[in-house]
């Protein structure tokens, strides 16, 4: 059986190595797999990346846990995996979170650096293969097909090579799934986080797959799942009785989705040039909400979430477009045209929080997202501002300096005014 040693990246067969240990430096963390070193498409997911920022940056809050987030009405946009074992998630309410982990201590999102540390990792990447998509500011599909000859090691030595570099030269960590495609490579990527290194070879698939909820499809929400489960659909087993042509006439699209992901079937494409028509952001919530602050701190945290994703494929939008889903499952939409394009978090929110203000009905409301449309390339974007707002250019000059000053002289050469609230 092929196996790598993480630590020193050494190759061996895992037959002759003995109790699972490296036989070069004796390190126990061993990746052992039989098609180890005959897959080639990854998903590298940074760990808990804005809270790993903010550790890296100030040391003496290594062992405390942190949560980057809002204020006490605001909602949690990550916590660290300390906070984590407290139960603490990403878009739970603040107060929630405080009560869980009332020692946690509350960082509000610094998005310049996290941009500037997500350039840096994806430098990384750039050296390993030109086949890279990004999903967002922390996680990146990768195509390492064909690069063996060319960097003398196959594709899990080089991943293996990559998650190292962060740890030796940036100071955060990243998890890898490795598989035959995208949609299994992500899978893989969760199971064995932090720090983390997972295979899914194709011997494996259909057994691996049966056996798992089907809320592991990528895609399949707290909505969706509630619509499977209506059609007694709750595992992926579930999914395999089905006959295709009933899915499809049930769940239209998406079942046939369904149909091809349960059988580990994913023809998709790493393509760095995939056309993307919008980006968004959405959360359901635990219990239905009428909360306006509630909702408020939601929308912030998804605003922030569109802009690192617009941000990271360099893209801007055109549109804001923000989604409500009423107790009943029906949907209330409501968009505005900008007068130029926009990544900016700040922009973002303060076009989607007025959407909000207009609508006149006080819910409940079961989900609330937030997302771009129309989309252009990012040089396009906030080069002057709205003209209604005088002070959103400056904001949009003030964040591009930031990010030249930043680039050439160091993060801390400027604080943001709300990183210091």
């Not at 940056?57 to 809002?70: E, S, T, W």
């Not at 090579?161 to 969760?190: P, Q, T, Y």
């Not at 199971?191 to 990528?218: M, Y």
């Not at 007694?232 to 899915?247: C, H, P, S």
């Amino acid at each position: 059986m092929h196996a790598l040693c993480r630590d020193c990246l050494s190759p061996f067969d895992a037959g002759a190595a003995g109790a699972g240990r490296c036989p070069v430096c004796r390190s126990p963390r061993v990746l052992a797999h039989p098609e180890l070193f005959d897959l080639s498409i990854a998903h590298m997911d940074c760990d808990a990346f804005y809270a790993s920022v903010e550790k890296r940056d100030d040391p003496g809050l290594r062992d405390q846990p942190v949560i980057i987030g809002g204020g006490k009405r605001g909602v949690v946009s990550t916590a660290c995996y300390i906070a984590r074992i407290r139960g603490v998630r990403s878009a739970m309410p603040m107060f929630q979170a405080l009560k869980l982990c009332p020692e946690a201590v509350v960082i509000r999102p610094r998005m310049a650096r996290y941009v500037e540390v997500s350039r840096a990792v994806r430098a990384m990447m750039e050296e390993m293969t030109p086949a890279i998509e990004p999903l967002s500011l922390d996680e990146a599909f990768l195509d390492l097909t064909g690069t063996a000859r060319l960097h003398g090691a196959p594709p899990a030595v080089m991943l293996a090579r990559l998650v190292k570099r962060m740890e030796a030269e940036l100071g955060i960590s990243g998890s890898i799934g490795l598989s035959h495609n995208k949609f299994l490579a992500k899978v893989a990527s969760d199971l064995d986080k932090p720090r983390g290194f997972a295979v899914i070879g194709r011997g494996e698939t259909q057994a691996f797959l049966k056996e798992q909820p089907v809320r592991l499809i990528w895609g399949v929400g707290a909505a969706g799942q509630e619509a499977l489960e209506r059609a007694g659909i709750r595992t992926i087993a579930d999914l395999l009785r089905w006959d295709r042509k009933e899915l499809v006439a049930r769940f239209g699209q998406m079942g046939d989705r369904l149909w091809h992901l349960a059988r580990g079937e994913d023809n998709r494409r790493v393509s760095r040039d995939a056309p993307v028509k919008s980006i968004s952001k959405e959360t359901t919530f635990f219990e239905d909400t009428a909360e306006r602050d509630l909702l408020d701190g939601h929308l912030w945290r998804l605003a922030e979430q569109v802009s690192d994703r617009a941000k990271a494929k360099e893209l801007a939008g055109g549109t804001v477009v923000l989604k409500l889903r009423r107790a009943n499952f029906s949907l209330l939409s409501r968009r505005q045209t900008l007068r130029e394009p926009t990544q900016m978090a700040d922009r973002i929110y303060r076009i989607a929080r007025g959407l909000m203000d207009h609508v006149a009905e006080p819910g409940p409301f079961r989900l609330i997202g937030v997302g771009i449309a129309d989309l252009v390339p990012a040089a396009r974007a906030d080069l002057t501002g709205d003209l209604l707002d005088p002070e959103a250019a400056r904001r949009a000059r003030a964040e591009q300096a930031t990010d030249v000053i930043r680039k050439k002289f160091g993060a801390d050469a400027i604080v943001k005014g709300r990183s210091l609230r």
